[in-house]
Each structure stands twice: as C-alpha cells, then as structure tokens.
C-alpha cells in the first residue's frame, strides 16, 4: 500500500525499488529462497531512506527499518558497493566529531556561557547565512550565539547509519553527547535535523537534551518568547517539507505555522506534501547513486512547474543545497530558508 509514496520508486518505475519489491527480497532471502546478490545490494542502497512509507504504514512495520537492517548485514559480509565504502571514509576523515583533539579543543576554547546560543553548523553556505542571521537577530536582544562546526557532511551519525556502520554512527553520537555535557549553553540548536533526531531516538543518557532543538522550534521559541512579530508579508510561497522523524507532526506543523500565521504568507502546497513528502533526496543517495538522486529532484520540479510561484521555502539548510543541485532549480526559483522567509 505504500508504493505509491515511494519517490525512487516513482522515479525509476522499477518493482525491485518500491518498498513492496523490498520487502518481498527480504523475505526470499530470510527465507533462504534467493541469495543476496549485486542487484538485491544496489536496490538496498538505492533508497534514500525518506520514511515516507512507514509514515503512512497501516501498522506498524518499517520497511526503513528493513533495509537499515539489511545494509547493515552487507557491511558485516563485505559486500558493500565501493562507493558507500568511500563516503564512509570521506564522512570518517572530514567530520570534526570524530576527532578526539578538536572535541577537546571545542570545550576548551568556546567559552560558551549558560545565556548562549550554541548553533550546530556544518561547511555549507547555506547553513552559514542562516547562522549569521540568527546570530545578528539574538545579538540585538543581547544573547549570546556561538556556532560550531562540525565539518563537510551535515548530520554525520545519521550519514554512517544509513550506510550500515552503525559502531562509527555510536561513535560520532558519544562524542555529540560528550560535547553537549561539556559545554554550558541556553539551548543548542541543530541547523539539520538528522543527528538531532538519532540521538534522541537512542540516547540512553540526560545529557541535557531537553536544551537541543531544531532550527524550526528555536524559531518558534524566539517569535513566542523574545516577542519578535515579524513583518506580514503577502507573498505566495512553496513550501517544501523536510526529512526528520515523520511520526513528529511538529515537523510540518510549526513550519506551516510560522509561515502562515506569523509571517502572513500565502503557502501553496505540494501535492506530495507533508508525511508524503519526497523530501529533498536526503543525505547519501547523492553520492551512491546521483543519477536517481537526479531523478528525484528532476520530479520535485517536474511538478513545481504548476504552481505559478518562483519562491520556495525549506527548514533545513541541506534541502536547499540539495535542491540547488539541480540547474533548472537554481536559475528559476529563489531557494530560501524558514529564518531568512521570516525575518530578513
Ligand atoms: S524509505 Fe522512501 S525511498 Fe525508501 S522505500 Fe520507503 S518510500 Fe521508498
């Protein structure tokens, strides 16, 4: 029932690709009827792990969950593609989190105080200009607002995850967690929202965590509790829905909220919005398998085109880099984020 919201699937109109295909190799092969083979690998990394089928799953099974299940075992047997054990080396050598000296140095030298704001960014100029206006807006109400940057990928733990390295994914969420218990800070806010919600999903420890927020709560929490209205803007917009946890109605619910009730904004929906979302092709397909990672945007497009509106609206930062891959994207839409839509 849930291949219909399938977004590779869509896209490469193969059987094999659609969660039902999934599903159905996982059971020939738990049922010894069908080895693991290269084509049963390639589809397990072809999905971008959007969750847009277990959100309207009829009960509760989770072909996500399968397949996460099921890259990790192809790790364990050796048998991953080269290009996921290559992105595991590119995640492993350039994401600060995964190195002891610079954590050590994090602590020492951000001088961070109980009043800040501590911003999780990564190497992207997106996320940059989104913490450079959430810094200039708290700066004029005198709080704090420090950043820290993580490195190239956006969500490293969520990254190694999806490739199957679950022990490295550990790893990377320990010294997350080592970071939050060591720095003093108001709140913490997670720019992306990958890491954020594997930690919460597995953290067995308090390490401070009712402090972390994503940038669409933290933007909630200002415009409520600072008293910063912004200006009604009557202007159409799209609004594209981000991965996350889909089971959380907050995700699509504060960001509609905001846009529509405080900023006055006219939001014109996707067809596929919300727990059906496409989302923006997440955060590995891209370098697994660009030509579908393509596809999936191609078809984002493919159906804004209908919509009479140049302007789009993201909460994260990495859809807006993602979707900006795509040339047609880039010179036609104006891309921007929920901050910069409410408060520029
Ligand atoms: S997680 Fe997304 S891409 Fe993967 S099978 Fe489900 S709907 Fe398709």
Request: charged share 25%.
């Amino acid at each position: 029932m849930a291949n219909y919201v399938c977004p590779v699937a869509r896209y490469t109109k193969l059987e094999t690709n659609t969660p039902r295909g999934l599903a159905f190799i996982y059971s020939l092969v738990a049922g010894n009827l069908k080895k693991i083979d290269k084509v049963a690998v390639e589809r397990t990394y072809q999905c971008n792990l959007c969750r847009a089928c277990e959100a309207i799953s009829r009960d509760d099974s989770s072909i996500p969950e399968l397949i996460l299940a099921a890259r990790r075992d192809i790790v364990e047997m050796n048998m991953a593609p080269e290009s996921v054990m290559k992105l595991k080396d590119d995640i492993c050598k350039n994401s600060r989190l995964l190195d002891k000296d610079w954590l050590e140095s994090a602590v020492s030298s951000a001088k961070s105080l109980p009043d800040t704001v501590v911003v999780i960014n990564y190497e992207s100029e997106s996320s940059k200009k989104i913490f450079l206006l959430i810094k200039k807006l708290l700066d004029r109400g005198n709080t704090g607002c420090i950043e820290i940057n993580i490195g190239k990928h956006p969500a490293p733990a969520a990254m190694l995850d999806e490739l199957g390295y679950k022990q490295l994914s550990g790893t990377v969420l320990n010294n997350l967690t080592f970071l939050i218990q060591n720095l003093k800070f108001k709140k913490m806010v997670f720019i992306t929202p990958y890491d954020l919600e594997l930690l919460l999903k597995t953290s067995t420890v308090d390490a401070g965590l009712s402090k972390l927020v994503h940038s669409f709560e933290f933007c909630e929490g200002f415009i409520n509790s600072e008293k910063k209205t912004p200006a009604k803007k009557n202007e159409k917009i799209i609004y594209i829905d981000s991965g996350g946890n889909r089971k959380s109605g907050k995700f699509y619910e504060i960001p509609r909220k905001l846009l529509a009730d405080s900023a006055g904004l006219n939001i014109q929906e996707m067809v596929w919005n919300g727990k059906e979302s496409a989302c923006c092709g997440g955060l590995t397909l891209q370098y697994l398998y660009p030509g579908i990672f393509n596809g999936v945007i191609s078809l984002i497009y493919g159906e804004l085109k209908e919509y009479g509106s140049k302007k789009i609206i993201t909460p994260c930062p990495h859809c807006i880099d993602n979707l900006k891959t795509n040339e047609d994207l880039r010179n036609n839409y104006e891309i921007v984020d929920l901050w910069e839509m409410i408060f520029q």
